[in-house]
């Protein structure tokens, strides 16, 4: 569905250059879901950015659906791929209406029968007709990220690019959010590539993923290898150490071997 | 048991807006001594306002009442602005969320931390420099001569951190509040800003209230824990036994976290009982 190769960014030149990506390939099946791992400044959200075209590819191949993608980016490609940023609170315009945010993709791409289909998008996303016209400020966290995803979905892409998707949001709205979101990919057959920091949300949501660190792609695990703690990986089994909590170092010597 | 260090007994807050009042604290009451007490919810849960009100931070309109608010045997409802002024951030110190957005950006790093030292201890320049100096060393700085002459927009995220909770431990205080200290930074990094703190804290003997919205690393840090709901304590717990919690948020909040361990399909997610915020 999607295929990265040799994926090289760089801002600025001479003394300003940024090697924001160097040489990150990877490749995800047809309604597969995955995860790029990284801290800030890995490098993970500007893969996504080039991606779509938010960033430029300074070198490298990117392809979605065997076809490499053209600069700028062409309507149909914008039909492929969407994608859902981090803050729901800012990636919604705050004077306009539900309603008025779900019709612009439509009206960009000359679709017909808006009304069933804002109604019918607000329905995937667990949503009732009576948000149709309310303002974002009316909406709570959650329900601004459910919209954000309703927004992408309304124009059926095949390829949901998630940046963050529940960073922003409280634990048991990011439940119900990774819920929605799996929930979606099964009905839908989408193609999911995950941005986040959190490994277990990663995890959850997908099969695969690449582990990043200053813009070089340090490892390439499964899911089910990040759950049984089998990375070879110093990096990520830091990430891994870390995610569990914080531990005292005494305690964690004495824990070691009994994990 | 000995007095404790702060203690504080049906502490409200209110605002009073024009659509109506809202009470963002409602009845909080707990004891501290010198241990690490995390103070744990969800946005709006009124675990902030807690921390500010106990430092007199609570931004007007709002009203702060309480049966007992006392640090130390000092009534803080009752002290005069001048005495509240000398405790705060002499005896009890704040760290924030943002080192981005809590330290001066027009003042070196090494002067915000001279400043903070001499506004409470009588002290040379050159004395507070040498605190500030040992102070950046104590935070792990790898070069602290060379922090102190930065800028907050010169470092990273975690130095900037490391840099507030020199500038808050340097006058030596007795109670530490440290609201959201590591939700800005990664997770490497904010483990290795919390070992900082766990040192200092266990080291000089504070107080310490964490206040954060992340349970499972709270119970890793803390020693007890206050879970607040609607403005309201609804559990308190000893850390090690947040498996045992026995009110429906505390578990709720627990097992809608997606979790390396185990993998549950679909999420959990919390189903909220009005009877919870009565």
Redesign the interface.
């Known amino acids: 569905m999607l295929d990265i190769q040799n994926l090289q960014v760089v801002y600025g030149t001479g003394r300003m250059r940024v090697d924001a990506v160097k040489n990150v390939s990877f490749h995800v099946e047809p309604g597969a879901a995955y995860g790029l791992v990284g ?2 400044g890995s490098g993970k959200s500007t893969v996504l950015r080039a991606i779509c075209g938010l960033a430029p590819i300074t070198s490298g191949r990117v392809s979605v659906d065997g076809a490499a993608v053209t600069t700028p980016r062409s309507k149909a490609f914008y039909r492929t791929v969407q994608m859902v940023f981090q803050d729901p609170y800012a990636s919604l315009h705050p004077r306009h209406t539900v309603d008025r945010t779900l019709s612009e993709p439509l009206a960009i791409h000359g679709e017909k029968d808006a009304e069933a289909r804002i109604l019918q998008a607000l329905k995937e996303v667990g949503l009732g007709p009576s948000f149709r016209f309310r303002y974002p400020h009316q909406l709570s ?1 959650g329900q601004r990220q459910r919209i954000a995803i309703a927004r992408a979905l309304i124009l059926r892409p095949k390829v949901l690019l998630l940046d963050e998707p529940t960073s922003a949001l ?3 709205v ?3 959010i ?2 929605l979101l ?2 979606l990919r099964r009905r839908l057959g989408l193609t999911y590539i995950l941005v986040s ?1 959190d ?3 990663v ?2 949501l997908c099969e695969r993923l690449l582990v990043m660190q200053h813009g070089e792609a340090v490892e390439e695990t499964t899911a089910d290898a ?2 049984s703690g089998a990375a070879s990986n110093t990096y990520t089994q ?3 150490q ?8 005494a305690p964690q010597t004495a824990r070691a071997p009994a994990a | 048991m000995t007095k404790p260090l702060l203690d504080v007994e049906d502490l409200r807050v209110r605002f009073h807006l024009r659509t109506g009042t809202v009470e963002a604290v409602r009845g909080v009451s707990f004891q501290l001594g010198r241990e690490r007490l995390g103070i744990v919810g969800e946005s709006g849960s009124g675990k902030s306002q807690t921390g500010r009100a106990i430092l007199g931070l609570t931004p007007p309109p709002g009203e702060v009442t309480a049966k007992r608010l006392a640090f130390d045997g000092i009534d803080l409802q009752t002290v005069s602005k001048r005495t509240l002024r000398d405790l705060r951030g002499g005896r009890i110190s704040m760290v924030m969320q943002d080192p981005k957005y809590s330290l001066n950006p027009v003042m070196t790093i090494g002067e915000q931390i001279i400043e903070a030292y001499r506004a409470h201890r009588k002290a040379s320049k050159a004395e507070a420099r040498d605190k500030a100096l040992a102070m950046l060393e104590a935070v792990k700085m790898r070069d602290p001569g060379r922090v102190f002459s930065l800028y907050p927009h010169e470092v990273s995220g975690g130095m900037g951190q490391r840099a507030m909770i020199a500038m808050m431990l340097v006058t030596d205080p007795d109670l530490l509040i440290a609201d959201e200290p590591t939700s800005a930074l990664d997770v490497t990094v904010s483990m290795e800003v919390l070992r900082i703190l766990d040192e200092l804290v266990s080291e000089r003997g504070m107080g310490l209230i964490f206040i954060s919205h992340d349970l499972k690393l709270v119970s890793s840090f803390c020693d007890r824990v206050l879970v607040m709901y609607a403005g309201r304590v609804v559990e308190e717990l000893e850390a090690k036994n947040l498996r045992e919690a026995k009110h429906p948020y505390t578990q709720g909040l627990m097992r809608c976290l997606p979790t390396l361990a185990d993998d549950v399909r679909p999420l959990p997610t919390l189903n909220r009982d009005p009877a919870w915020a009565l």
């Open positions: 801290e800030s966290g409280d634990a048991s990011q439940a119900e990774l819920n799996n929930d920091h490994l277990a949300v995890a959850h990040l759950r830091s990430l891994i870390a995610s569990q909590g914080f531990t005292r170092v």
